[in-house]
């Protein structure tokens, strides 16, 4: 069944779990809640598409390191986000999910092997054959140079071509289930906690033009975001001044972000073919591309993070950006991200990559030549985690009456360290291989370690766009704010999704992640209600 509440509902709707959000993670647990039987309340604060109106609830402050203006580093509506992501899908390594001794507060409370079956099935979800392998593109003939093994590791992301998979009408499935309510326009303001303090009692639910609902289920999942999973929480204070999940002061700290930035450039060797083998090519039935990281083993040696970088064709920092990009650009930033808007980015993108291919191949290797186009070492970072770059609340309230977010990013000199010998090292392999030389960026040898990027080294020069960590995992209330279920610290029937889980971010893109996790977290779900029913051996009632 399908609401929309600006348009009308019951003043009130139970379900045996209800689903705050309808991204990536909220989409992926309904489904496999419903495909178990269970009666679903999903809530989805916007509509179908975008709307400036939904879209200005998330507008907040950057009181730190710079960034994305808030209402524009995340989309609320069906979908969420990944109406707009480029659909790179990448596991975690297992390095990332362990107690690193040089990364302070790391470690999950999970293994990778743990994930090793909900990575399948997240493969499968995007119509992937599992996580592609650098043979892969050897077999295809392309040169990916044979970096010492520990020291330099060549993964590949795969990519998702059907951009547009969690939108609202490729989820008619979910709409259409008998034992599914979706309501959309549907802020949840407050998960009011029982008086207990132990578990959640209900949802208060509003739309912007003032509409009132109650949501009462027996479980309740937060997957909303990195930015809104912790806003909702602190915000959600009627029992618990501090916020739920938040006796230790950890919910909303150790934000994350894959900071982007230039690491340098190559020159002399075999600079253009190095280039080539690190594009983005259709190999088969996968478009895959590969990146650098540093192996295991360096990592361990040097006390690294696991951070990335791969090669690709920039002008300098201080020159203006070519004709191509700044129409790919404007169709990007100028159209509001509606169903249209996206569709003519999404075209601009293609045509100006055909443009460049076709008409005009040589010029990108002629200005190379000439000195205008560098081969770029394009950073995306794992940034380590602090619990002093957090999100809060301000005093500023949106229109519904809720607290609006504060973001306050901090790097740290670790995360700049990182790049600086992933570079190093870079530049010793391609030396051993005759492949070129490595020219590392000035701001690498900075003794301030203040990170540093600039304008045309990406379409998105700051980070991803990924907002992980604001209510990490942990086995102990005191170092988190979830259970390595998802389940918060103390309460008893509230979890989280997405992630706003990660205690680390490693390099990978996080949505393949997400959605592994959201299996786990439902399966969990599942197994602790059959668990509660054999103990009772009373049947659960079904939603009203």
Request: proline share 6%; glycine share 10%; with cysteine.
């Amino acid at each position: 069944m399908y609401l929309d509440l600006d348009k009308g509902s019951p003043a009130r709707l139970s379900g045996d779990v209800a689903v705050i959000g309808a991204g990536v993670a909220g989409i992926t647990l309904a489904r496999r809640l419903l495909a178990q039987g269970l009666h679903v309340v999903l809530l989805e604060s916007g509509g179908r598409d975008f709307e400036a109106a939904t879209a200005a609830l998330n507008a907040g402050e950057v009181t730190g390191q710079d960034y994305y203006p808030l209402d524009h580093a995340r989309l609320r509506f069906f979908g969420g986000t990944t109406a707009i992501w480029g659909g790179r899908c990448a596991e975690l390594d297992p390095i990332d999910f362990e107690r690193r001794p040089w990364v302070a507060h790391s470690g999950w409370p999970i293994a990778h092997a743990d994930l090793k079956n909900h990575y399948a099935e997240a493969w499968a979800t995007f119509d992937l054959p599992g996580a592609p392998q650098p043979e892969l593109l050897r077999d295809a003939g392309v040169p990916l140079p044979r970096f010492a093994e520990g020291e330099l590791a060549t993964p590949l992301w795969a990519f998702d071509d059907q951009f547009d998979r969690f939108t609202f009408d490729r989820c008619r499935d979910v709409l259409d289930h008998p034992h599914c309510i979706v309501v959309t326009h549907a802020t949840v303001r407050e998960i009011v906690a029982e008086r207990s303090g132990r578990g959640v009692a209900r949802l208060d639910v509003t739309s912007i033009g003032g509409r009132r609902l109650t949501v009462v289920a027996d479980d309740y999942v937060l997957a909303a975001g990195g930015l809104e999973n912790p806003r909702l929480l602190l915000a959600s204070r009627s029992v618990m001044p501090q916020g739920l999940g938040n006796g230790h002061d950890q919910v909303g700290r150790y934000f994350m972000e894959h900071p982007h930035a230039r690491g340098g450039r190559i020159v002399h060797g075999r600079v253009w073919a190095l280039l080539s083998a690190f594009a983005k090519r259709r190999i088969g039935a996968q478009t895959v591309a590969p990146l650098i990281a540093p192996g295991s083993e360096l990592q361990r040696r040097l006390g690294l993070l696991n951070t990335s970088l791969t090669l690709a064709p920039r002008r300098a920092a201080s020159d203006s950006e070519a004709w191509a990009m700044r129409l790919y650009l404007r169709a990007k930033h100028d159209a509001s991200p509606t169903r249209f808007g996206r569709g003519l980015w999404k075209a601009t993108k293609r045509t100006v990559g055909w443009l460049q291919q076709h008409t005009d191949p040589l010029r990108p290797w002629l200005l190379n030549r000439l000195g205008r186009l560098e081969v770029a070492l394009v950073v995306r970072g794992e940034q380590a985690p602090n619990p002093d770059s957090r999100v809060y609340l301000s005093q500023e309230r949106d229109p519904l009456g809720m607290p609006r977010l504060a973001l306050d990013w901090r790097t740290s000199a670790l995360d700049a360290a990182s790049v600086e010998g992933l570079v190093a090292a870079l530049g010793r392999e391609t030396a051993r291989l005759g492949l070129g030389k490595v020219e590392p960026a000035e701001w690498l040898s900075d003794p301030s370690r203040a990170w540093r990027t600039d304008a045309l080294i990406s379409a998105h020069p700051i980070g991803g766009y990924h907002h992980m960590g604001t209510t990490r995992m942990s086995a102990s209330p005191r170092h988190g704010v979830a259970d390595g279920y998802g389940l918060v610290h103390g309460l008893g029937n509230l979890y989280i999704a997405g992630s706003s889980l990660f205690p680390t971010s490693g390099w990978a893109n996080p949505t393949l992640t997400i959605v592994a996790l959201a299996m786990r977290t439902a399966d969990r779900i599942i197994a602790q209600r059959s668990k509660s029913i054999s103990m009772t051996s009373v049947p659960i009632a079904k939603a009203s």
